[in-house]
Structure formats: structure tokens, C-alpha cells
């Protein structure tokens, strides 16, 4: 396989933005993208061949090989190469998948959101509010949804820039606390900037060389934060209504938990039809089923309604928490505090910059037979916007959402569970009937991100304020365990360490794990957790704002550091590149031309075999990978 | 098959109890048992021709086929089977089994007996307490350890019982409480008459007659009122001790039953040396781990400590819970009243006759290599006996355990869990490893029961007295959940209704079910779940004493009325006779002469096709069958 394709116009075959190709007869008349442009001809104008050819450095000579003097090449690629399938993005929407998508999305977008929210309310001095975060939400689901090359990638608040803009409260209320609403708007100013620069740098494409090595790392880190957070908002509730409302918020985090994962369990099983399971998994953290009961639950008279447990804090319709003007006199600070926000800045945009692209990458992971091609430098530019906008309205910063941009795609893939038949040796007749889920297609456009956005817009109003307001906050300690503990259950560490426990004699003759001496595993995932580790011990200090830097050299150590320890077979099995889907590696400038690298095919061992076997899981809640 | 055995000297075997086959190598030279006593030889004035002849009647002429013409006969030949193997109930117990044994049935003995009695205590104005709970457990114990003819029956305070009790305290209450000592005492001893005279007149043959169809539903009633009586125990906690006590006894009960369920899961998969499983396994519910790590959590000082919630009742060592002496002065009882009682004795005696046969026989289930013989009808009268006793002595009156005489013989026996790889036709040198447990052999003696016994009668001293009212309420509701989960989740009824949910191409092509129409199995399920609800609906009336009759009566209807709707192929599939092993049939005069009974293997077909493929299942907890 060769690392770079040439435009070759006799390879082209027909979109699928034809009319008539929409709804339920997706799967059949798509090619995969392969740098086409679909009905390539009417787009000749705008510059076929540029767009056809993937955009990549390798094989180019002289100062042309520099990626940081051929600025805007990357975002212009991306434009180029995403444009022709606009109309598309609007004209595919019109199938069942879009309502359930933008239902699903809605609810795993806003509880998160909420929850991360109810925690930086306390932490921040009640500057960041429930308004705040829907209007955050709302501002980024409203521009990616229109203008992001990939609207696949859903964008909004997370735990992490949570956890940053207390920290920053913390530092900045060492000095004058009340500066901190300006100094945020400048963090934000600078983290826009340093964003515009790495995208017309064409910075993005240094993702390509993340492997599971650091995504895992990365997934188990958000996973542990989040258990966390849910412990410390159950503590809150003993702090600060009392034994029995605590007592109260326990047993519903647990039970909403539990009840959250119980219907999850039975939508990837084998009773009932294909169908019902599938309605189970569009809605079943969706809550349609357990949030509403579980909010209802603690409203039942008597005394789970006399218990009088935390609700969600909600203010004014449309205006910020605080009694200010949304925009922040972003100007009335001294410049000395101006340039100590740069550094702030720097830190977000490195998070952002890992967060973010992982997110997307994810969204578009090989599992997912998408289509349509992605941008990760125009994506990353347009997030410097909404840094920026959110930045001096005072709003948490949005962002790519781990674990929720896969389970956007997830929502919107057909999947069909078939039947395989294997013979075994056991004796006459026998035979294992195998269900092997295969993703058929997805239903690539923007309308469901769109209309989440214009949902998001409805929650800020009164209504639906006051319907928030009924939340308590154990259910949202209830979602925190629920997204945490699906990013730790079917991480890599923990599934390489379950293997290591495992009694040999019933492991499969075929896996590819028993290449692998077991002590470099060991070895490998405590390399990985020694990392997660880290960041965790860090997260509870001022320096939990330096964890992105953490993060992101362990790309570089991967690259440069892991080869001395690990065989190139042993690495093969235990690592994989995240981003291994064609579409996504175009936009990156093809793939890794690692010396240790070869064929696509020989890496992710692991992964390939289970998905040969076993089929696409469904991307659930809370999980990364798999 | 014949459906009896003539005597035939030729066919005996050597026995086991020849000197030096003792602890380890237990499994190799052990013949099952064929009416031939150990030793033969020596034993022949003993009635030699007699005790190798299987008790039976079939064949028999003129007044000898009757039953009731011929008493004492299947007591005598129960003695005289299991008198030979007497010295090797107590030389055979030298092997750890017997202490891991020892340890697991005193918890899984104690813990539920407590958990009942905290019921009963309350809804029995307090008459029986944790120390007759105790002492009539112990006296169960040291009777039938030392003359039981099987001491793998564990005897001692059901929950049924328990209902039994305060249901007829609430119905004397309506005429003169104060002498409901007395009317309890005329009832046990009116039970212990229908005892003695059902074990005389060789009435426990009947139980031969017991398929799954009946001991599936009282097993799904048991499950039900166990977790009714949990629930029940913390909605009491909320009653009395306010809200506060109430949530957090809620949260330590699910918290009991998340992580006995969890280590009992881990026990049973596949990671860890089989060693270490079968450990987890033999102390998981014991609750070395689990109740000693819950009773210290409702202790850790803080909000935990400082929250009272209730803990279990105790008085004075070796004193009755009333101020009385322990004789109940049974004889200053009006005439009226004395014969009031026969009809409440005459209900206990049916409890028990289905309740304690079924405990033994599945305490000495097919899965079970067993070698040494059981006595049904010597047990049942020894069972009269100690209702006699406890009866005038005012105690809760023992017997079988139905979830827990199986988890005796299941923690005595000796698994090994094997390999079988199964090639499969999936590519190249691929299979499937799968673990097969087999039960090798039963260390079948008398001591873990007699050890068991004494422990009980420790505990009823001062100072352990101490250590049991440290335990709160909240986790004998987690007891009630697991014996109650246990004893529905493996239940036939749920496995059926189960099946009937799944989706028709992933069901094994050999699936016996599968050749019974599906609306027939709904049938089937439909008639045992009527049931099931019809006891439950009672057990929460005045008649609630009247549910042994609902379940005896499911014997004829099984035998009279079900053939007519049902095809004998269906019979095969659906339903098993609970007593299948040779040994116990021997004692209940071999097997049932139905007229669609031909041989043992057509029946239970479903079962049958587990075993072979996966082996023999640990026995749960709270499970009665599989």
C-alpha cells in the first residue's frame, strides 16, 4: 500500500448524493470515500484535482515539505474536499435515524453538560451557571452543526473545561477574585489564537500519530475524574442537606446507575427482535426510560418528596447567573493579568487540541462505514471561534465530547444484526448461532446536530428552566457514573488487565494477546497507568491545569520511546493507530510514516479479530473505544 | 429399565468404607449405590437380604401393596441401609472440605435464620427472639447430625415458618393473645403426631411423585415472599427510626446484594486459577467478605455511625426472649383451644412434608455424586420429633432448608473444572475452550452438620451475643435479597419465560424447548405463575397458613390433570421429576409408576443438554435447582 494517492480520474465512481439514493436504501449505491467528490463534474470548477488529491506532505520536496509555510493549506483541503457533499448533509437527513438521533443527542449532550455544570456552579463562585452551559452548548451545536467540515463531532461543555475553570478560579482568587470573570474572557481570547494558529499551521496533522496507547490513557483518566465527580456531588449533598437528603442522593445515583446499565445490557442482547433492542439502545440512557423515571422517583409524596434533596439551580430565562450583561468588559484588565492568561490559553488550546480531534476521530472511527470526508484543521479553526465568542461572553469554552461524539454516529448507523452459523465438533447438529452485528450504513448530515442546537436554545427558556429545575442533583452524580464508568469498563487497560487474570487453559487458541509475553503487557499498561495516575494526583491540585501537557507527550513518548521496550510484533497487538479510517486520515495528510510502520492491516491485531468475530459493538454511553 | 429391583447377590460391589479410602482420593473407589451395604459381609445378620432388596411396593400382592397395612417399614429399611455407613460419616470427614463446609453452612444458616426472626419477632409481640431462633436451630442441628440417615439435609428456621407463626398470631390475637404460648406449643405437638404418623405409615413415597412442575413454583413463592420480607425490613426501618436510618438502610442493603452477587459472579467465570474461584465460591456469600465489610461500614464513626439504624435485638445468653421458663406450661390450655390447634398442626405437617422432602431431595440432587443412601421416612419422623420439642419449648420449629441443603452438598463436593475445546468451523484452528465442572465426589459425612451445630450453640453465649447485635437490620434485607434473587433467577419458570423472549435464530438448533409449540410453553409457565401468585396473594391474609395446601395440591394436578392438555414428548421437555437420584428413590420405594413414565433419560431433556455441554452448575446461594 502506498502512504499517498495520486489523482487518478479513471478511479472515480458515482456519489451518492444522486436524487433518489435517501432513507432506507443507504447501504447499497455508496462507495467509500476515496477522494471523490460526488458528482465530480458539476464541482470541476471549483478545483477538482486539488480536492480529489489527498492532501498530504509526503513525497514533496524543498520548502514545500514544510507544513508551517504552506499555511491554510490543511483548512483549505478540508473546505474543498467537504463542500460538494453540503446539499447532501441536508438533503440525507429525512430518515428515522435523524429523530432518534437528535432525541438521543439532546439528553447525552445536556445531562453531562448539567452535571459538569452543577459542579463548576459551586467551585467557581456560582459564575458559571446552568444558562451559561446551555448557551455554550447551543452556541457550538448552532456553528459546527452549519459550518463544521465534520457535523458528525458533537461539540459542547465538558468535565474537563470544568475542572480547568475552577482551578483557575482557585489560583485567581489567591490574588483578586474579582477579576476572574476578565481573566477567563482572556484565557479564552488567547486560546482562540493560539487555535487559529495551529489550524492555518496545519498543526492538526500530528493527530494521526496518536495510538491507543495515549487515547486509553486519556479515556481512563476522564473515567476515573468522572467517578470521582459523582462521589464529590453525593458528598456535597451530606454537606449540605444533611444525612438524609445524602442517604436519599445515594440510593438514586445508585439505582439510576444500575438501572441505566441493566437496560444498556438487554439492548445488546439476544431477547426480543433486533428492533426493540435497537429502540432500547436509541433511548435507554437517553432516559427517556430512566432519567424521567428516576426524577419522577424523587418526587413521589411522602417522604422521598419531604426529604428535601438538591435540585438543579436554575435562574433567569436567557441571562447570565451572575447580574451582568453577557459580554465581559473584557477590557477592564490591567495588562499585567493579559499576559499571565497567555500561558492559561496555551493550556486549553492543548487540551482542546487532544480533546477535540480525539473526539472527532472517534466520531469517525473504522468501525463506521462513513462516506463523506471530514476536516480537522477547518474544525479546529471554527472551535478557535467559539473559543473566542464563548470566551468573552463569559461562557464555559465548548468543545469535541469523548465520549459523546461516537455515540452521535452510533445513533445515526443502521446496523443489522445477522446470524452466523458456525459447526462446531461437538456432535451431531450442533452448532453456535452467532449474532454478528454489522454497521450498514450511517446517515451522514448536520440536521441532527442542528436540531439538537435549536433544542438546547428551547431549554434556555422558561419552561423548560423550570422543568430542569425538578432535577435532582443525585441523578446527575447517577450520569457521572454512568459516563465514567463506561469509559473504564471497556478501556484497553482494564481489558488487557482482565486478560492477564484470565486462567490460560481458556484462552483462544487464536488470540492475539498470547504473542505477547505477559510480562511486557504488564509492563505496557503500567506504563498507561502510571500516566493516569498522574494526571488524577494532579487533578486535585492548582497544577490540574497542566494535565493536557501530560496528555499530549505521551504521543511523543509513544513515538520515540515505547519502540526501545516493545518489539514491533508485540506493539502490533497491543497498540493501534486511533485514527485508522481512511476519510480521517485524508484530512491528515495520509498515514503515519512511521519507520516501524507498514500495512494498515497489521496493527489493532486485537481489535480486527473480535470484530471479524464478533461484529461492531454499539458505541455505548460512556465509552471511548469499542 | 425395570421399575424395580429384585434382590440379586451377584451384582454387589465392594463399598467404600474399606480402611484407607478416606479424604483425597475419595472419587476413584466408590461404586455409586446399588443396595449393596459396604462391607456386606459382616453385615449380613443385620437383615442382609432385607436392606439390599430396594424398598418398593411395585410387584407386591394382596395386603402387602398397602402402604398404610405395613408400618414402620420404610423407616426400618432406612436405618438398615444407612446403619452400615455410620463410622464412615465421621472417618470420612478428615479433609478441608469439611472445614470450608463448616464455615459456609454456619453463615449461610445463621444469617437467614436471624433475618426471619427479626420478622417474627416484631410481628409476634415478641415472643420468638434471636435465642429461640438459635437453640431451635441448634437442636435441629445435633439431631440430625448425629441420627439423621441423611445429614446433607441442613434443618432449621425457614421464613415459612416464620410466616406460619405470626399469621397465627395475628389470628389468636383476635380472641385472647396471652395464650398463644400455649395454642403454639399444642400445634407443634399436634405436628409432631401427623409427623410421626405420615413417617409410620410410609406416606413420604408420595414425594417420588414431585416433578419440577410443583418445587419450580414453590421455589418462585419463596423467592417472591423473600424479597417481599426485605423490603418489608426496610420499610420498618423507615418506621422506626425515621427517614435518615431508612435511606441508609437501604443503600447498605443494595450495597450487600451488588457485592455478594458480584463476588458469586466472579466465583463462577473464567479469571483466576480454579483454586482461588472455588475459594471465592466457598466463602463469597459466607460473607467473610461481604457481611463482616457491610456490618463495619454501618459502623465507620461519622455520618455512618452517628445515623442509628436498627441493629438485630439480642437478651440474655441461654435465656428464652420472654421471661418464662423454657417449658411451656402447654397442659393450662382449655380442651377447646387443644383441638382449635389440630387443624394449625395438621397444616405444619404439610409444610413440612413438602417443604423438608424437598430440601432433602434436592440436598441429594442427580448432580451430586452421591455413594452413601439417605431415609426419607426416618428423617421425617425424626422431624416430629424435634417439632415435639421445640413445640413445648417454644421455639420456631425447624426444618429442611430448601435453598440451603443443596449449598451443604454443594459445599462438600469436590469440582473440578475441566477443558473441553471444541473445534469449530470458523477458520483455521479455531475453537472454543470451554470450562466443564464436574463433581467428582461428595465428601459425604456427618460431621460439618454436628460442627455446624455446635457453633450455633457458641453463639448463643453471652459474648457472641455482643458481636450479633453489632449487625444492623439493613443487612439481613440484603440476606433476604440474595436467598430470595437466588431461588428466582435460575428458577425454571424465569428460564422459560426467558426463552420465550429471545430471538428465534439465535437459539441453539438442539435446544430441547424447541420442539414444544411456543403457546404451550406460555401455558405451561402461565398454570406455575398462577400459582405462584395465588400463595403470594394469600400469604398477605389470615389464610395466609393455608399455602401448603396450594402446593401440595400441585402434586395430583401435575399427575391428573396437566397429561390431559399436554402431549407426554412435551412432559419430557418441560418438566423433570425432582427426585431422580438412585439413592433417594431407593428410599421413597423407586420410581413413580406413571403410565407415561418409561426411562429416567427421556425426562428432563433440558437439563440434561446443559450438563453434558457445560457441566454441573455451583449451587448458588439462594437457587434451588441448577
Redesign the interface.
Known amino acids: 500500500m502506498s502512504h499517498h494517492r495520486v489523482p487518478d480520474p479513471g478511479r472515480r465512481k458515482i456519489g451518492s448524493s444522486t436524487p433518489g439514493s435517501q432513507g432506507s436504501d443507504l447501504a447499497a449505491d455508496r462507495a467509500p470515500y476515496d477522494g471523490t467528490p460526488p458528482d465530480g463534474d458539476r464541482l470541476e470548477p471549483l478545483g477538482r484535482q486539488e480536492t480529489k488529491a489527498s492532501y498530504t506532505y509526503t513525497g514533496l520536496r524543498g520548502w514545500r515539505r514544510w507544513r508551517a509555510l504552506r499555511p491554510g493549506r490543511g483548512m483549505y483541503h478540508d473546505v474543498m474536499r467537504r463542500l460538494p457533499y453540503y446539499w447532501s448533509d441536508i438533503s440525507d437527513a429525512w430518515t428515522y435515524r435523524t429523530v432518534a438521533s437528535t432525541i438521543r443527542m439532546y439528553f447525552v449532550n445536556l445531562l453531562p453538560a448539567i452535571a459538569y455544570t452543577l459542579d463548576m456552579y459551586r467551585r467557581t463562585g456560582e459564575f458559571f451557571g446552568i444558562n451559561e452551559a446551555l448557551f455554550s452548548s447551543a452556541l457550538a451545536a448552532m456553528v459546527f452543526s452549519v459550518l463544521g467540515a465534520q457535523p458528525l463531532t458533537i461539540v459542547g461543555v465538558t468535565g474537563l473545561i470544568s475542572l480547568f475553570n475552577f482551578t483557575i478560579y482557585d489560583i485567581i482568587s489567591i490574588y483578586d477574585v474579582s477579576i476572574y470573570p476578565q481573566f477567563m474572557a482572556w484565557t479564552g481570547i488567547w486560546a482562540a489564537i493560539f487555535h487559529w494558529l495551529v489550524a492555518i499551521l496545519n498543526g492538526c496533522d500530528y493527530m494521526r500519530y496518536v495510538t491507543d496507547f495515549s487515547s486509553e490513557s486519556f479515556g481512563m483518566y476522564v473515567g476515573i475524574i468522572y467517578l470521582i465527580k459523582g462521589v464529590e456531588e453525593l458528598v456535597n449533598e ?1 454537606d449540605e442537606y ?3 437528603a ?3 442522593a ?2 438514586i445515583a ?2 439510576y446507575f ?1 438501572s441505566v446499565y441493566a437496560v444498556e445490557k438487554l439492548g445488546s442482547g ?5 428492533g426493540f433492542r435497537g429502540m432500547l439502545a436509541d433511548y435507554s440512557y437517553v432516559v427517556q426510560f430512566c432519567t424521567v423515571f428516576w426524577v419522577g422517583f424523587s418526587h413521589i409524596p411522602g ?1 422521598l418528596k ?2 428535601h434533596i438538591s435540585r438543579v439551580p436554575v435562574t433567569k430565562a436567557f441571562l447570565p447567573t451572575q447580574p451582568r450583561s453577557w459580554l465581559i468588559d473584557f477590557w477592564n484588565l490591567d495588562v499585567k493579568w493579559i499576559f499571565v492568561a497567555m500561558p492559561f490559553g496555551f493550556l486549553v488550546m492543548l487540551l482542546f487540541y487532544y480533546d477535540h480531534n480525539v473526539s472527532s476521530i472517534t466520531a469517525q472511527a473504522r468501525q463506521f462505514p462513513l462516506k463523506k470526508p471530514g476536516g480537522f484543521h477547518w474544525d479546529f479553526f471554527l472551535l478557535g471561534c467559539t473559543t473566542f465568542v464563548a470566551g468573552i461572553l463569559g461562557l464555559p469554552l465548548p468543545n469535541g465530547l469523548v465520549p459523546q461524539a461516537p455515540v452521535h454516529t452510533d445513533s445515526l448507523t443502521v446496523y443489522k444484526t445477522g ?1 452466523r452459523i ?5 456432535g451431531e ?7 454478528v452485528v454489522r454497521a450498514e450504513a450511517v446517515v451522514e448530515q448536520r440536521v441532527t446536530h442542528f436540531l439538537m442546537g435549536l433544542a438546547l436554545i428551547g431549554t434556555m427558556t422558561g419552561p423548560l428552566l423550570v422543568v430542569l429545575h425538578t432535577m435532582p442533583a443525585a441523578v446527575f452524580a447517577g450520569v457521572f457514573f454512568v459516563v465514567g464508568w463506561g469509559s473504564i469498563e471497556s478501556n484497553g487497560i482494564l481489558q488487557k488487565f ?1 486478560y492477564l ?3 490460560e ?6 488470540e492475539p494477546l498470547l504473542q505477547v509475553r505477559k510480562r511486557k503487557i504488564w509492563l505496557y499498561i503500567a506504563i498507561q497507568f502510571s500516566a493516569v495516575a498522574a494526571c488524577v494526583a494532579i487533578s486535585h491540585t492548582l497544577a490540574a491545569i497542566g494535565f493536557p501537557v501530560l496528555i499530549t507527550l505521551l504521543i511523543p513518548f509513544r513515538i520515540l520511546v515505547i519502540p526501545r521496550w516493545f518489539a514491533l510484533h508485540e506493539l502490533q497487538v497491543l497498540d493501534d493507530f486511533t485514527a485508522t479510517n481512511k476519510i480521517v486520515l485524508a484530512s491528515l495528510g495520509g498515514k503515519p510514516a512511521l519507520p516501524e510502520h507498514s500495512t494498515e492491516e497489521e496493527w489493532g491485531l486485537e481489535r480486527r479479530r473480535s470484530e471479524r ?1 464478533f461484529g461492531v459493538p454499539r458505541q455505548r454511553a460512556g465509552s471511548i473505544h469499542r
Open positions: 451530606f444533611g444525612s438524609t445524602g442517604f436519599l445515594c440510593m445508585m439505582l444500575a439476544k431477547i426480543w427482535k433486533a417522604r419531604s426529604t446470524l458456525i459447526p462446531t465438533a461437538e447438529g450442533t452448532e453456535i448461532r452467532r449474532p482482565i487474570q484470565a486462567e487453559r481458556f484462552i483462544q487458541w487464536d468475530r
